[in-house]
């Protein structure tokens, strides 16, 4: 609930002497407007509501109002606390806080010290209990840290994310007292350590974990996976001391695992029973996930995935009902396995580069494409290829898929890769080198006159060429007319 809605729940709940007493003053006010009056808005134009605020309140218990107050987004409670009595008290008791640098930031308050003592004041002045607490402190002085989590990290908290952006800083076990160890439901840790050790209790109600460039070992976060027997999802992002990622059997509830790794991490053992989705990304050389029939979500982000995928993943994991394939250097030159994935329902492909794609021949060549074994899918309905800016490629995929696919309902051919700015002035795409851009619109070419007419018409074909605004170079129209 924003400033508005609370606008109109107020209004509503006025005395018709008052609604008079209102319309007489929007009189005034719509006069003053017509003469240009230079008080007819504040700095922020909430002057409309500084009005309304300082007025009495409806009479409604107090109860409902802190629930009103707690509906709001963090930032719109702060405000109206700043201009009722009533609601600076409940905001001193608003549940979900979020503080970081941009958020607390002003003209005021631009050095670090007035950050920090400004959150300081905003948790000191907390008087009540916390169910959400957020600290990004990047850029902000850690000095009062210990203090912060002592007063906010109490018995009912159910979501913690710490960010100190200080690796030296070590979150103390003793943190997690019994209470909260009761009642946290997320846990989100990143650059700064954590040494759990056995004396840490259960995190009974912890269903989802997040680790992102943790100071941590494998030993150390097998300890404290084995504490939280209710996990259900489990993020591990760039934790450069893990080199031997085990997840035990005890993690029944435990359904979705992503993994990104590009440093030391070289293994991956999971024997948690009921995983069903699984994100890996880096080049871990052993991945082991013991009963793979039930995963159905996989994302892959690696080299050669394209061909790993086709020569493996249909006979241990049949199940697949997405798959997300991400390569930047595919070389298609091993035995090709017939493919079934029979319950697969949507499939994105994307490469960064087609090294391989270059000497492949044209449509009317052969390749190992070509000689793809052809088996319907049955439950295929969209189909994503992701930065297939080689036309001999992506024609030939994109035909087979076309012709095997018998449900399909959406394909989408995007020439190119990586976040696009989709016409947003405030955004970019991102740069291309010149042999990409190249390409790209042989691609888009390709497109034209191979694939469209191939199409269905209960197919939706949605083709993202190179961005007019973004991608295009000097003298690349004449390049493309020579």
Request: charged fraction near 25%; charge should be positive; proline fraction near 4%.
């Amino acid at each position: 609930m924003g400033l508005l809605a609370l606008q109109r729940l107020m209004s509503l709940q006025r005395d018709p002497q008052r609604r008079r007493r209102q319309k007489i003053s929007g009189s005034i006010a719509l006069e003053n407007k017509r003469k240009g009056s230079p008080c007819q808005r504040d700095g922020d134009g909430d002057s409309q509501t500084v009005k309304m605020m300082r007025s009495s309140n409806p009479e409604l218990p107090e109860d409902i109002w802190h629930h009103i107050h707690s509906l709001m987004p963090m930032h719109d409670a702060a405000r109206v606390a700043c201009l009722s009595r009533a609601f600076l008290h409940s905001w001193r008791c608003y549940p979900n806080l979020s503080l970081s640098r941009d958020i607390v930031r002003s003209k005021e308050h631009a050095c670090r010290g007035d950050l920090s003592n400004k959150i300081d004041h905003i948790l000191r002045n907390h008087s009540g209990r916390l169910k959400v607490l957020k600290l990004g402190l990047d850029g902000i002085s850690c000095r009062y840290l210990d203090s912060w989590l002592h007063i906010a990290v109490t018995a009912g908290i159910e979501e913690l994310t710490l960010m100190p952006f200080r690796h030296k800083y070590n979150v103390p076990s003793s943190l997690f007292s019994d209470g909260v160890r009761y009642s946290i439901r997320y846990l989100e840790l990143g650059f700064c350590t954590f040494r759990p050790t056995a004396e840490l209790g259960p995190l009974r109600s912890l269903t989802s974990l997040h680790l992102c460039t943790l100071r941590i070992t494998g030993d150390e976060l097998e300890c404290l996976l084995s504490k939280a027997l209710a996990l259900e999802q489990l993020v591990i992002i760039d934790c450069k001391e893990i080199i031997c990622l085990k997840v035990p059997c005890v993690l029944q509830q435990l359904s979705y695992l992503k993994i990104i790794g590009w440093w030391r991490l070289r293994a991956v053992e999971s024997k948690a029973p009921n995983l069903s989705n699984f994100f890996l990304s880096g080049e871990i050389r052993k991945v082991s996930l013991g009963e793979t029939s039930r995963i159905k979500n996989l994302t892959l982000f690696r080299s050669n995935v394209v061909c790993y995928a086709r020569s493996e993943l249909s006979c241990t994991m049949p199940n697949l009902e997405t798959l997300v394939l991400s390569s930047d250097e595919e070389v298609v030159n091993t035995p090709i396995l017939p493919t079934k994935f029979l319950y697969l329902k949507h499939l994105t492909i994307y490469m960064v580069t087609q090294q391989c794609m270059e000497h492949e021949s044209a449509v009317g060549g052969s390749s190992h494409l070509r000689k793809m074994p052809e088996h319907q899918h049955c439950c295929l309905k969209s189909v994503e290829i992701i930065g297939f800016s080689s036309a001999k490629g992506l024609v030939e995929l994109a035909c087979f898929i076309l012709k095997n696919a018998v449900s399909l309902e959406c394909l989408t051919l995007d020439t190119l890769y990586g976040p696009r700015c989709f016409g947003k002035s405030d955004k970019r795409c991102i740069s291309m080198s010149n042999s990409v851009l190249s390409e790209a619109p042989r691609a888009v070419t390709a497109i034209r006159e191979y694939i469209e007419d191939k199409v269905p018409s209960i197919v939706q074909l949605t083709v993202l060429e190179p961005c007019s605004r973004c991608h295009t170079r000097p003298g690349w129209f004449l390049s493309q007319i020579v």
